[in-house]
């Protein structure tokens, strides 16, 4: 049974017109990440939630966008998406307990790959 | 986090066991080391997890030497359909900043 569930997984989009990527989860961890991968190249970090805690990373362009309005869910907003978004963006989710040494397996979705044109 | 550094690539054969190195010379105290493979057009999957000594499941096992400087996933007869990239990582589990932060990956090629 699929834990992560990434929709749509094939997704196109205008130059400039707002998308929206989705991402749950059955596993009810509480850290999520999201991951932009482009072509022959490794998953880049954008942001991850830590419970309701946003983090950001410091180069991740302000076009991103997240939104985590409960556990289970998790949405990459992408405002304005240019020819250079086009990739594979990866959701992903472990369960994290501050200050006790625990398995730290994140599990991934399958990917929602976005065509910009 | 620490940085980590791997061979581009790596081709093998049918069979045979495949060890791929990590290293990893900045690796703090309570980091722990994790790899993951990834086939093209899915999300990684994980494989391993091991903070010193060796690490062994059902599908790899990691070697840890005692400077934990560098860590080695060793991949019993491997067979075509373990053609994948494979990524080391290392992050501190434990300090609610732990990012699944990926390195550049050795791309492993099993021929027939």
């Known amino acids: 049974d699929a834990m992560v569930i990434q929709n749509p997984r094939y997704q196109v989009t205008q130059f400039g017109k707002p998308v929206t990527l989705s991402c749950s989860q059955t596993?009810?961890?509480?850290?999520m990440y999201w991951y932009q991968q482009k072509s022959s190249q490794a998953p880049k970090l954008l942001f991850h939630y830590y419970d309701k805690d946003f983090n950001n990373e410091a180069d991740t362009p302000d076009n991103f966008q997240s939104r985590r309005p409960n556990t289970s869910f998790c949405f990459l907003d992408i405002r304005s998406p240019g020819l250079g978004d086009a990739a594979m963006y990866l959701c992903a989710t472990s369960r994290l307990l501050k200050g006790s040494p625990v398995e730290t397996e994140a599990f991934f979705g399958q990917g929602t790959r976005l065509t910009v044109v | 986090l620490a940085k980590t550094t791997q061979p581009i690539s790596m081709d093998s054969y049918e069979g045979q066991e495949v060890n791929i190195t990590c290293s990893h010379n900045?690796?703090?105290?309570?980091?722990?080391i994790t790899w993951y493979q990834q086939f093209p057009s899915q999300g990684p999957r994980f494989i391993i997890q091991g903070y010193k000594t060796k690490v062994t499941n059902e599908v790899a096992s990691l070697f840890i030497p005692a400077d934990r400087k560098s860590s080695t996933l060793s991949l019993p007869r491997v067979s075509l359909s373990d053609t994948a990239v494979y990524y080391c990582l290392v992050g501190d589990v434990n300090t609610g900043g732990f990012k699944t932060i990926f390195g550049a990956g050795t791309r492993l090629f099993v021929k027939a």
């Open positions: 900045n690796i703090a105290t309570n980091d722990y």
């Open positions: 596993l009810n961890h509480n850290v």
